[in-house]
């Protein structure tokens, strides 16, 4: 069965430094993997997705994300926190294709401090 | 273009009462999943339909909740009777999957429900 682990379920960072959100997931191939990001009060919204190809995947608002298939990985950074970045943060796994469910991680919130 | 229409936004009720929580997805996409989110457990998927049937419903916690989708541009999720646990925001969202789709998921910004 496929599952998803965000060891952190809260980070706090300052305005400006850098910041890493750790995912690990658990699927017996290579899964779709996705970062979402939730707003207060809002629906999540796709960060970026891996589906194959280079490992370095660019997304929206500055996120990056690496596969690391050896380390069962798939960590969102981004090099300067802007305050409008704190929100709750979601790792997802999903098996190739889209048809089954998407599993979702139990989220990391992100609080940015000035 | 619109995205993924749930209404009412908001529904305070008594336990015991039948509520209802409507969902439309975007026009074309062939999935639609019911998702329920709570602080103590998280983002919990309820059921899932595949171009109107419903593929997987092994996340209803009971007897209680139903789903069901008539068509391609509607859905909905009941409960009766419903209950003070069953408080939380369920979100609907839709995809397009298979050979045309990548499975991404649109959320709408989510029902919530308190039960008093």
């Known amino acids: 069965a496929q599952s998803v682990t965000q060891p952190d379920i809260h980070i706090t960072v300052s305005e400006g430094a850098s910041l890493e959100l750790r995912c690990n997931y658990s699927y017996g191939a290579t899964p779709y993997l996705f970062w979402y990001v939730q707003s207060p009060g809002q629906g999540l919204q796709l960060l970026l997705k891996?589906?194959?190809?280079?490992?370095l995947v660019q997304g929206i608002k500055g996120f990056e994300a690496e596969f690391k298939r050896s380390q069962s990985s798939f960590n969102l950074r981004k090099p300067s926190v802007h305050w409008s970045d704190a929100a709750e943060y979601f790792c997802?796994?999903?098996?190739?294709?889209?048809?089954?469910?998407?599993?979702f991680g139990t989220g990391t919130k992100l609080q940015v401090i000035p | 273009d619109a995205g993924v229409i749930q209404s009412p936004r908001h529904e305070v009720t008594e336990m015991g009462q039948e509520v209802t929580l409507r969902c439309k997805p975007i026009?074309?996409?062939?999935?639609l999943f019911w998702y329920r989110q709570t602080m103590m457990r998280g983002l919990e998927l309820l059921i899932y339909?595949?171009?109107?049937?419903?593929?997987?419903d092994s996340g209803m916690p009971e007897d209680r909740f139903s789903a069901k989708m008539p068509n391609a541009s509607f859905s909905t999720l009941k409960i009766q009777p419903s209950e003070p646990r069953d408080s939380a925001v369920y979100f609907c969202?839709?995809?397009?999957?298979?050979?045309?789709?990548?499975?991404?998921?649109?959320f709408g910004e989510g029902s919530r429900l308190t039960v008093l």
């Open positions: 891996y589906f194959s190809g280079d490992t």
């Open positions: 997802a796994v999903g098996p190739p294709g889209g048809y089954q469910k998407v599993t």
């Open positions: 969202a839709s995809s397009s999957t298979g050979a045309s789709g990548n499975g991404e998921l649109f």
């Open positions: 339909f595949n171009n109107n049937v419903p593929i997987d």
């Open positions: 026009s074309g996409h062939n999935s």
